[in-house]
Antibody, heavy 121, light 107 residues
Framework: QVQLHQSGPGLVKPSQTLSLTCVIS??????????WNWIRQSPSRGLEWLGTTYYRSKWYNDFAVSVKSRITINPDTSKNQFSLQLNSVTPEDTAVYYCVRGLAISGFDNWGQGTLVTVSS | EIVLTQSPGTLSLSPGERATLSCRASQSVSSSYLAWYQQKPGQAPRLLIYGTSNRATGIPDRFSGSGSGTDFTLIISRLEPEDFAVYYCQQYGSSIFTFGPGTTVDI
């Protein structure tokens, strides 16, 4: 049974960096079948996919155009986790952030519990 | 980027009734990569349907999906009280994954 557990601060100041971590149990961040995603949800933007990291003999990343210049997603094989960093945040980045496992055929089948991140001074 | 639109925005029904939810894409989506999710207040979305018509693990058979190209449908054959929620479609066939804005099914 796959479980994803997120952690990170709930309040970030404007212009600073938002950092979240997602610990995986029941699967491996290095799986050749899964992709590890960050998705956020806000009333104004709905569900918004931010980016993914996955291993297929080597590591790959894909990012949404809207955040491509500000986002980093890193796997950590020693801790079986992956992380999100979003730089230069503004109040528009206020949202509930989810880490999510994706499978090529069967979509996003496992979600973390969600973290409300508020960008405010 | 493929844009997904959903209709109606809100569907007001009663338990036992049939719900028909629509998802339309701005360009063709491979049927293998269209999914539906259910979200209840305070919870993460839950995968219901993947590959247009395949129910995810543990999803009851009153949920069914169909469609192709740019038009997809989720049907809930007989609404149970726990089915009142928001439903999102999603395409995951391109390198940029997108979600629809959601349909609220309420009483």
């Amino acid at each position: 049974q796959v479980q994803l557990h997120q952690s990170g601060p709930g309040l970030v100041k404007p212009s600073q960096t938002l950092s979240l971590t997602c610990v995986i149990s029941g699967d491996s961040v290095s799986s050749n079948n899964a992709a590890w995603n960050w998705i956020r949800q806000s009333p104004s933007r709905g569900l918004e996919w931010l980016g993914t990291t996955y291993y297929r003999s080597k590591w790959y990343n894909d990012f949404a155009v809207s955040v491509k210049s500000r986002i980093t997603i890193n796997p950590d094989t020693s801790k079986n986790q992956f992380s999100l960093q979003l730089n230069s945040v503004t109040p528009e980045d206020t949202a509930v952030y989810y880490c999510v496992r994706g499978l090529a055929i069967s979509g996003f089948d496992n979600w973390g519990q969600g973290t409300l991140v508020t960008v405010s001074s | 980027e493929i844009v997904l639109t959903q209709s109606p925005g809100t569907l007001s029904l009663s338990p036992g009734e049939r719900a028909t939810l629509s998802c339309r894409a701005s360009q063709s989506v491979s049927s293998s990569y269209l999914a539906w999710y259910q979200q209840k207040p305070g919870q993460a979305p839950r995968l219901l349907i993947y590959g247009t018509s395949n129910r995810a693990t543990g999803i009851p058979d009153r949920f069914s999906g169909s469609g192709s190209g740019t038009d997809f449908t989720l049907i809930i054959s007989r609404l149970e009280p726990e089915d009142f929620a928001v439903y999102y479609c999603q395409q995951y066939g391109s390198s940029i994954f997108t979600f629809g804005p959601g349909t609220t099914v309420d009483i």
